[in-house]
């Protein structure tokens, strides 16, 4: 599977350490940005360039955007079709896992701010290795969402 990653300022410094992690887990990665530390970037254009290659071409890759709090870069995500982006910002990792077995999440969004850098890679692992259980209930939910889209 490719990863798509993007951040902003906020979560700049965890992207850096989660793509060679993420890598090492056997996957391919490629980084949407930003190439270097800004304080005053904006996450929308990051953010959705991984959403929009997670749009057009869903079974082929897997996202990971990092904010602050993880909220703001969901919402950009979620705006695109086919995009389900699941916010997680420490905690229990069953919500990750639930998001993947449920929700056939497709993009992982990061608070930096409120977990360390072992958190995030435990969660990135759970959420990796976590497949779609594939269910009539929850297929027929998620093509329900995908009509309220494009209705």
């Known amino acids: 599977m490719k990863v798509l990653f993007a951040a902003d300022h906020?979560?700049?410094?965890?992207k850096a350490k989660l793509i060679p992690f993420v890598e090492s887990l056997g996957h391919t990665t490629e980084d949407l940005g930003p190439?270097?530390?800004?304080?005053?970037?904006?996450?929308?254009?990051?953010v959705s360039r991984v959403a929009k290659k997670i749009s057009?071409?869903?079974?082929?890759?897997?996202?990971?955007?990092?904010?602050g709090s993880g909220q703001?870069?969901?919402?950009?995500?979620?705006r695109y079709p086919r995009?389900?982006?699941?916010v997680y910002y420490g905690g229990k990792n069953r919500i990750v896992s639930l998001s993947r077995e449920h929700n056939n999440a497709n993009i992982l969004s990061l608070g930096a701010r409120f977990m360390s850098e072992e958190e995030a890679k435990q969660a990135v692992h759970v959420w990796l290795t976590t497949p779609f259980s594939g269910e009539e209930r929850?297929?027929?939910?998620?093509?329900?969402?995908?009509?309220?889209?494009?209705?």
Request: glycine share 10%; no cysteine.
């Open 10 to 14: 906020a979560g700049f410094d965890l």
């Open 35 to 46: 190439s270097s530390y800004n304080v005053e970037d904006d996450y929308p254009g990051f």
């Open 56 to 67: 057009e071409e869903p079974s082929d890759y897997m996202g990971i955007v990092i904010g």
């Open 72 to 78: 703001a870069e969901a919402m950009v995500a979620n």
């Open 83 to 86: 995009v389900r982006a699941a």
């Open 138 to 151: 929850h297929v027929r939910r998620i093509r329900q969402i995908d009509t309220l889209r494009n209705g």
